[in-house]
């Protein structure tokens, strides 16, 4: 006993000393030494034990529950059996005699130990373990123990890790199973008596969602007193229903009581603040689940002390945690839908109570009591929303016993009166999905369709104006003006932006359904604030050469501020409905669809004309980015709409009336060449760009070319080299202008394109464009801006190879043709600049768009010449400099090249095929040594692409397979070639699963999955008798060893797909093998683990045995492990 009094206060000592600031990390090394040591000793749980039952010290008390829970977890088929069943009597009798005074985290630690031991040894050697947890439930004083202890066997045993066997672990899972009723009932109970005992002040809730609000809501704001030791107990209650919910299958133990009683608790959320003092926490922890720290002792909860709101608020959070876990079942038996409807109601009801502003004792409006409510609950309510909209609305619509018209009423209102943005954008996520419900059911039944949309029209045409106004700052300022409009996020938009994209797909949404009702909601807002930017021009005063806008008074300012950032929204508005008035219903809508562009038009040639962004103002540090976003808008507008002016373009050409037309086309051209300058704003440079680009692309009219205001444009690209454009814009203007040349105008026949003179005029301005870069010195090194210009000329011919990829050939032709001179000067520019990685990056960025987009056009014989220049570049030196330079630009080059040999060898017929032997040596002898052993991520992902496209698009270069013998299917002998070099291909693939990398893991494993698709690769006698089996082998390793879990599902698929190719050897041979050579097994297991893994055929039952044999294997190994030395093995 002496002894074991010294030890504990040595040991308090160390870890006093273990946790001091003052300890240095080598003595810190030292004692971690020690106690891992004294934890390692045979019987160290003896003096635990002595520890934990007389110390107080909290670190004493962890370190030995850690080395409880190190003896259960990892070593507990060693320990004997009366040991064990010391453990199974000493650690519960603990707990019941000191929980009350234990900090919960030690107490809920302890619990954790006797779960484990419950995992491992219950209901075989510890039968009473799960009856004594229910009968703690079931006691008054110790309710919250049995709580904690359900909870955590809800935790541990369905989900439990690698330390049980599969057998194992479906078993507790069935058992459990088995318990589930009385479990449910008991907490039932639990819930029922608290509410009986302290709902004397509350209404019930209605027995149908269809009663009018006034009458069920009556008396119904009284909130509900309850004691602190009540709220604790239910809060843990709800918390175990919570868990279990996750996993039990819905079934008829979960009764109507039940759910009613879980609604009650989700009241709790909706209920405004009293006027309280707050509750002192228990061990000074806030957390959901830690106020029955001292398991209902310890003064927690004393009588008479009430819950305060937070208390109150986190029962209703976790009821509605509770529902959530329900609703998001999406597998519901036929005889469950009745209680689905009733969960329905119910949350109908609290929807109700939520919305409600007609009470006589109410005088909150609906967003301040919103506001007072707890931001978790309105986040699990409108969780549940969204679940009940995207998973059952299908099944409870038809039920004539919801009131869905009703239902989306009380939704609008919640909705419209949230207290913060994100919330709002949450619901309005909710009207997306059902807007997208809406149209579905509408396409599927295009009979009844008018019927449906009735229905919801009056709905729909609300929602509409609401989301409307929402993105008003003349209605909304205050709040509009607190998004960030800064900030860009991961998806390049800031606060403001994702605000208004979101709301403008609903509104495009509805306009989807209700196309006249949204143009003429929308229309008459777009004019109101159209008009006061139209107007501005009386208020521009001149005064010598410079122009001022006479708007200065405060107010007026605000106005024009307000109304120049929703013209701004409207426009984009405008511009995201264009879709709906292009193809089948261009006829149909054409009147609309004029109105808008033709007022577009207006406005963009207004805002050129008058060019406000130049003009003086009051406060330009706000109005001058307004004008200047209207205006850019008003642009992006009209470019939205230029699918719709390219069918009305193909339609005036069947007519021969193109006056209407062109006078757009013209007009157009009118409000964007003046802006492309470079004195413009960047914003607005950039959309006039941009809609020059769609209008030579998209739109082609015929006559585009010859309109002045486009040749001013040709004129200042070709001639003006001293006022360059941003390097952005130049790009777009470039493209543009080349695209006019090269595109076939729709809708006339081959003999009316003008191709011969389009072609001299295309090459007369590339010859512009490239006539400082073909001028280049040689070697360049004396030239000041040489590299500037290399880079900006290759920015451009790069940009206009790349639009022009998918077009037909003859604009290819032309294309190549007015380039062939500076791809020569860029080939002989390639060798004088190897040593610089950025320019050379740049070069092959530009081989990579030609090979892409012209490779037919520039013939083999120059393609040759080209891909052999690069090879004889990139010797195994120079390689390895770029390569190890990682992220750099020199690792690029070598990217960019090895995806130009990408293309290469995917070009089909025998083009390029002398050039294989080639490429494949560069990567099986030079690249691959270089990266094998090394990370290179972005390297190696390029080269094992480049080995997989050889091997997929090049099969017969390896394998001669007569047509005859594959059609006779006969066993000949196969025929191969370059044996040695596939043969190195399959070991770099196979070495790469070897190494952590999980992205080339996941590729390669792709690429080896394809190749057998399409070529039976593991079909191949080479490699099922070669390879087959270390494949499988190397896939197995990787399960085991947990390396790469987030592919557990592609590596099995794989493993089936090698497997498959001989079902019968993979049982009978390799698994035998496999096991023989896996180190910590005993020839029992062996046996086990072979007999376990049932020869099936099909893909889900081969699953379950690789998942069995691995999660087995691990077992085995961990119970070997933990045998005392000598353990006779039976």
Same mark, same amino acid.
């Given at each position: ?112 130990? !006797? ?18 947890? %229910? ?23 369905? =989900? ?28 039932? #109970? ?25 009458? &069920? ?25 919570? @868990? ?9 133990? !979960? ?28 061990? #000074? ?18 009588? #008479? ?30 005889? *469950? ?5 009733? $969960? ?88 997306? +999905? ?50 960030? /409009? ?44 159209? /008009? ?18 006479? +708007?200065?008074?405060?107010?007026? =300012? ?58 003086? $103002? ?10 200047? /976003?209207? @205006? ?10 230029? @699918? ?30 003046? %802006? ?7 914003? %607005? ?47 777009? &203007? ?60 290759? =920015? ?97 080059? &070598?990217?960019?090249?090895?995806? !130009? ?23 099986? /002898? ?55 070099? *596939? +043969? ?15 992205? +080339? ?29 270390? *494949? ?18 592609? !590596? ?79």
């Amino acid at each position: 006993m002496a002894s074991e009094e010294s030890s504990l206060r040595a040991l308090e000592s160390l870890m006093t000393e273990f946790f001091h600031s003052c300890t240095t990390n080598d003595r810190k090394r030292e004692i971690e030494e020690l106690l891992n040591s004294f934890a390692g000793q045979p019987g160290s749980w003896r003096h635990c034990l002595y520890f934990l039952s007389n110390s107080r010290n909290e670190y004493v008390m962890m370190y030995s529950l850690t080395v409880f829970e190190n003896l259960v977890n990892k070593m507990w088929v060693g320990v004997a059996s009366e040991d064990k069943a010391e453990l199974r009597s000493c650690l519960p009798k603990l707990l019941l005699s000191q929980h009350a005074l234990l900090p919960f985290f030690i107490r809920n630690k302890l619990c954790k130990v !006797i779960v484990d031991i419950g995992r491992q040894d219950w209901p075989m050697f510890y039968h009473d373990f799960f009856s004594n947890t %229910l009968q703690l439930v079931q006691s008054p004083s110790l309710a919250p123990l049995g709580l904690v202890l359900l909870k955590m066997t809800s935790e541990e045993l369905v =989900c439990p890790r690698e330390d049980l066997s599969v057998a194992r672990k479906e078993e507790l899972k069935k058992l459990l199973l088995d318990q589930i009723p009385t479990v449910l009932n008991l907490l039932t #109970g639990i819930l029922e008596t608290v509410w009986d005992k302290h709902s004397v002040t509350v209404t019930t809730p209605p027995p149908s969602p269809t009663s009018r609000e006034s009458g &069920v809501l009556s008396g119904d704001n009284t909130a509900m007193l309850l004691e602190a030791e009540s709220g604790a107990l239910c809060l843990l209650a709800l918390e175990c229903l919570a @868990h279990l919910f996750s996993w039990i299958p819905l079934s008829s133990s !979960i009764t109507p009581s039940l759910l009613a009683s879980i609604f009650h608790f989700a009241r709790f959320g909706c209920q405004q603040p009293i006027k309280t003092k707050p509750l002192p926490t228990s061990n #000074g922890d806030s957390a959901p689940g830690s106020h029955p720290a001292n398991g209902g002792g310890g003064g927690h909860g004393r009588t #008479g002390q009430m819950v305060g709101h937070a208390e109150r608020a986190r029962l209703g959070i976790m009821a509605m945690n509770c529902i959530n876990e329900l609703m998001c079942k999406n597998c519901v038996p036929v005889d *469950f839908e009745e209680f689905l409807l009733r $969960m329905f109601q119910q949350t109908f009801y609290l929807l109700q109570r939520l919305t409600n502003t007609h009470s006589h004792t109410n005088t909150h409006t609906i967003k301040s009591r919103l506001q007072e409510l707890d931001e978790s609950y309105v986040e699990k309510f409108t969780d549940f929303l969204r679940l009940f909209v995207s998973v059952h609305l299908r099944r409870i619509e038809s039920n004539a016993q919801f009131p869905l018209v009703e239902f989306l009423a009380l939704l609008f209102k919640y909705t419209f009166n949230q207290p913060s943005h994100e919330g709002y954008l949450a619901c309005l996520d909710i009207w997306s +999905i059902f807007l997208d419900y809406l149209t579905t059911k509408i396409r599927s039944r295009l009979a009844d369709s008018d019927s449906v949309i009735n229905r919801y029209k009056d709905a729909l045409v609300l929602l509409l104006r609401e989301v409307l106004n929402r993105i008003q700052f003349r209605l909304n300022q205050s709040q509009l003006e607190e998004l960030d /409009d800064e900030t860009l996020d991961d998806d390049q938009q800031t606060e403001w932006q994702r605000y208004l994209r979101q709301s403008l797909e609903v509104v495009a949404r509805v306009m989807e359904l209700l196309p006249s009702q949204t143009f003429s909601v929308l229309f008459p807002v777009l004019q109101d604030d159209l /008009d006061v930017y139209l107007g501005l021009q009386q208020f521009i005063v001149r005064s010598g050469t410079s122009r001022r806008l006479n +708007i200065t008074a405060e107010a007026d =300012c605000r106005k024009l501020h307000c109304a120049l950032r929703d013209l701004s929204s409207l426009l984009q508005a405008v511009g995201r409905l264009a879709e709906f008035f292009t193809g089948d219903v261009f006829n149909a809508r054409f009147n609309d669809a004029l109105a808008i562009v033709q007022r577009l038009v207006e406005v963009s040639c207004y805002g050129s004309q008058i060019s406000l962004y130049d003009v003086e $103002m009051a406060v330009p540090s706000v109005l001058k980015p307004d004008l200047i /976003d209207v @205006h850019a808008q008003s642009l992006a507008a009209l470019q939205a709409y230029s @699918h719709w002016l390219a069918q009305f373009c193909g339609e005036v050409q069947r007519q021969q009336d193109q006056t209407q037309f062109m006078d757009l086309i013209t007009s157009s051209m009118a409000a964007t060449t003046p %802006l492309i300058n470079a004195k413009v704003p960047e914003k %607005l440079l950039l959309s006039a760009c941009h809609l020059l680009v769609s209008m030579a692309t998209t739109v082609r009219p015929v006559f585009l070319v010859s309109l002045p205001a486009v040749q001013n444009i040709f004129n200042l690209i070709t001639e003006n080299h001293n006022h360059r454009l941003p390097q952005e814009a130049h790009v777009l &203007v470039c493209r543009a202008l080349s695209n006019m040349m090269l595109l076939p105008w729709p809708s006339l026949p081959e003999a009316e394109q003008q191709w011969p003179n389009r072609s001299s005029n295309h090459t007369r301005l590339l010859s512009s464009l490239t006539q400082q870069y073909r001028l280049l010195p040689r070697p360049p090194n004396h030239h000041p801006n040489s590299k500037a210009v290399i880079q900006q000329t290759l =920015c451009v011919l790069k940009d206009l190879v790349d639009s022009i990829s998918g077009e037909a050939t003859k604009s290819r032709q032309i294309c190549y043709h007015s380039l062939q001179e500076s791809v020569q000067v860029t080939l002989a520019l390639f060798p004088l600049f190897i040593q610089q990685p950025d320019v050379t990056d740049e070069m092959l960025s530009f081989f990579l768009t030609l090979f892409q987009a012209l490779r037919v056009q520039m013939g083999v014989a120059f393609t040759e010449q080209i891909i052999q220049t690069f090879l004889s570049m990139f010797t195994r030196e120079q390689l390895a400099v770029s390569i190890l330079q990682e992220g750099s630009s020199g690792s690029k080059v &070598v990217q960019k090249f090895l995806k !130009i040999l990408q293309v290469v060898v995917q070009e089909p017929g025998q083009t390029f095929k002398p050039l294989l032997p080639s490429i494949l040596s560069l990567c099986l /002898d030079q690249v691959y040594p270089i990266v094998a052993e090394r990370s290179c991520p972005d390297v190696k992902a390029e080269m094992f692409e480049l080995l997989f496209q050889i091997l997929h698009q090049n099969w017969r270069f390896f394998f001669k397979s007569s047509v005859l013998s594959s059609v006779q299917r006969t066993g000949a002998e196969e025929l191969m070639e370059n044996q040695a070099q *596939f +043969i190195a291909a399959m070991q770099a693939f196979g070495q790469s699963f070897l190494q952590p990398d999980i992205h +080339i893991f996941k590729q390669n494993l792709s690429y080896l999955e394809v190749l057998n698709t399409k070529h039976k690769l593991y079909h191949r006698k080479l490699f099922r008798n070669a390879m087959l089996f270390h *494949f499988i082998n190397v896939l197995l390793q990787v399960l085991l060893h947990k390396s790469h879990d987030l592919l557990q599902d592609d !590596i099995t698929l794989a493993l089936y797909n090698m497997a498959a190719v001989d079902f019968s050897a993979f049982y009978s041979s390799f698994l035998p093998e496999f096991l023989n050579g896996c180190q910590g097994l005993d020839p029992h297991q062996r046996t086990t683990l072979a007999r376990n893994f049932t020869p099936e055929r099909d893909l889900p039952s081969f699953s379950q045995g690789v998942y069995r044999i691995v999660n087995d294997l691990r077992f085995y190994r961990l119970c070997n492990g933990s045998l005392p030395p000598g353990t006779l093995k039976l």
